[in-house]
């Protein structure tokens, strides 16, 4: 992510993922992307808008391609 020009932070320290959306919120995140065992099984990850609470799955492997069309997605649907 941070190589595609994204600010990235990790959860080294086990919280929950409901702790980790509360220290996203804190550090004032727009978007949030969730990966875990789920996720990388699926090869689907969610992006998560956190100021409309709106979400888009976007598959794993194409991360680096469609991101920012998701995203821009998620910021057209707050302006409908």
Same mark, same amino acid.
């Given at each position: 992510? *941070? ?11 086990? &919280?929950?993922v409901k702790a980790q959306f509360k220290a996203?919120? *804190? &550090?004032?995140? *727009? ?25 888009? =799955? ?5 991360? =680096? ?16």
């Open positions: 992510m *941070r190589d595609l020009g994204y600010s990235a932070d990790l959860d080294f320290a086990g &919280r929950s996203a919120n *804190r &550090r004032q995140a *727009r978007f949030v992307i969730t990966l875990g065992d789920e996720e990388v099984q699926t090869g689907q990850v969610k992006v998560k808008d956190m100021q409309t609470g709106n979400q888009a =799955d976007l598959n794993l492997g194409q991360l =680096d391609l469609d991101l920012p069309a998701v995203i821009e997605a998620l910021v057209a649907e707050e302006e409908k």
